[in-house]
């Protein structure tokens, strides 16, 4: 049971939390950028930041 709430949320960490766009990779600097609504989720020491008030909205 457990496991599959655990999948969810693996599934879920590759869509924005905000409008569920999906979020391709930018290397440089490292982010998750939503395709939809164009925040800009950071990454850290790899590990990407799904947290809507760590977001950046895009100015474009
Ligand atoms: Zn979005």
């Known amino acids: ?4 709430l655990i999948d969810q949320e693996l ?3 590759r869509h924005c ?6 979020l391709p990779e930018r290397p440089t600097p490292p982010a998750l950028v ?3 609504c164009g925040l800009q989720y ?3 020491d790899g590990i990407p930041v799904m947290l809507i008030e760590e977001a950046t909205p895009s100015d474009r």
């Not at 049971?1 to 599959?4: A, E, P």
């Open 1 to 4: 049971m457990t496991d599959h």
């Open 11 to 13: 599934l879920a960490i």
């Open 17 to 22: 939390p905000s409008c569920r766009g999906t």
């Open 34 to 36: 939503c395709s939809k």
């Open 42 to 44: 950071p990454v850290r």
